[in-house]
């Protein structure tokens, strides 16, 4: 997959590192790390009566995407777009197990209708009325790779722009317990196949040998907290600069050597 792609912007949304433009210091090593509490968000994309219906988990997927596509300065009406998510909206799923569990069965049709694991893609072409393809995949801790794998294979079958989107959310308990999450957090991108207005080309190679940790040792907790943030040291990368090649996980026992080049 030599020459797979450029990286035209980047999204975060993590715990104290909240948008590209703040995190993009930490990243690169310019900045101390400092967890900072979260703050509520409200997706400029989505119309009142989506935003009213949407959850925190497919708010914290607009928040991520939302910072990415400004960056670039993309129209998002334009963009296919890859959504990958380990687990999707667990708060959902434990609302309605729990209301399976008593008596009677009574299932909030909103929580019904937020239940799919493309509810997050669903509302963003809603949202930013695009009718450009979108896929939703699902890889657990490698869903950051299959993420970008689909999205890289996407813009280049397309010639076009494609935004990328990662997120993962604390589960409650008893989800938690079974699939435990250190943060919530999301991250975006949009993957080019050209070289216009890029931040760096990325290759990918099916030829890791073992996963890549954080050069900060500080963001490495999150780094293994939350399947979206295996990117981060392919980020500390394009935050510093600096060429370089990380590896990630794939499924199986696959893993994947992202070469990355300003």
Known sequence: ????????????????????AAAAPVLAGTAPYLVAPDSPYAPALLPPNERRRATASVKLAFRAAEDAVTAAGADARELASVFSSSDADMAVLHRICDALAKTPRVISPTDFHNSV????S???SIGVGSMAP?????AYDASFTAGLIEAV?????RDSDVLLVVYDAIAPQPLAAKRPLAVTAGVAMIIAPGTAGAMGRLDIEYDGAAETSCVNPTLEPLRIGNPALRALPLLELVAAARAGTVVVRGTGSLLVSLRYAP
């Open 1 to 20: 997959m030599t020459g797979a792609c450029v990286i035209r912007s980047v999204g975060i949304a993590a715990p104290g590192l909240v948008g590209w």
């Open 117 to 120: 694991h493309n509810a997050a």
């Open 122 to 124: 669903g509302y963003w």
């Open 134 to 138: 979108t896929t939703t995949v699902s």
């Open 153 to 157: 294979a996407l813009a280049r079958d």
